[in-house]
């Protein structure tokens, strides 16, 4: 399977504690989003990488959150300190720079905090 | 106001029915609109693409874009039990910005 691929699939943690997803892109990607998603809402955009540089942050993204894209291939999105508003699904998707809007979203990666 | 507008629903149509889902979004800028298909507890998928007003047409589905009154639609045809899902309209600005998702049931 050469898809987006998104680890954890389920991560329950409790709250304080600090967690990291990790999302392996199609390798032919450059682009690499992070949105959360949750019941009844829309993706909300959360941060994306142009190869290894993460070129925009939502204001979303608060400084418990942070992303990385270390030599542009896979990325991790830690959240520290963790509060039960973090419980989501964190959707990861990648894109060919080439397509506006043409997205490879992964499965995602459903966390919920107790 | 937010930037792509959609109503939740959900939404009930009988099998074999045509099926209307709407948008609209506030920007004028806005130049490439997406309908993704989203079954519940997978990600989403692209579904249609369009740039720019008109029609675009792929087998039973067909996006409409109207620019004059910032109205995006998606019509599907001949409706089928497999196109329950949620259907997620969108725009795009560096990134996608997308509406809350419609949740559409298709009753056999």
């Known amino acids: 399977d050469t898809g987006v691929s998104q680890n954890p699939r389920h991560k329950i943690t409790k709250r304080g504690q600090n967690v990291t997803f990790r999302c392996d892109p199609i390798?032919?990607?450059?682009?690499l989003y992070w949105y959360r998603q949750t019941l009844g809402q829309g993706p909300e955009f959360l941060t994306y990488f142009q190869n290894e540089a993460q070129l925009e942050k939502s204001r979303l993204l608060s400084d418990r959150f942070s992303a990385e894209r270390p030599k542009g291939s896979f990325s991790t999105l830690e959240i520290q300190r963790t509060e039960q508003g973090d419980s989501a699904m964190y959707l990861c998707?990648?894109?060919?720079?080439?397509?506006?809007?043409?997205?490879?979203f992964g499965e995602g990666s459903r966390l919920t905090v107790l | 106001q937010k930037e792509v507008e959609q109503d939740p629903g959900p939404l009930s149509v009988p099998e074999g029915a045509i099926v209307s889902l709407n948008c609209t979004y506030s920007?004028?800028?806005?130049?490439?609109f997406m309908w993704y298909r989203q079954y519940s507890r997978k990600g989403p998928e692209l579904l249609m693409y369009?740039?720019?007003?008109g029609n675009k047409e792929d087998g039973r589905f067909t996006a409409q874009v109207d620019k004059s009154s910032k109205y995006i639609s998606l019509f599907i045809r001949d409706s089928q039990p497999s196109d329950s899902a949620t259907y997620l309209c969108a725009t795009w600005r560096d990134k996608i910005i997308f509406g809350k998702g419609t949740r559409l049931h298709i009753l056999p």
């Open positions: 920007n004028s800028a806005f130049q490439y």
């Open positions: 369009t740039y720019s007003s």
């Open positions: 998707a990648s894109s060919p720079a080439s397509v506006p809007g043409e997205l490879f």
């Open positions: 390798s032919e990607h450059n682009r």
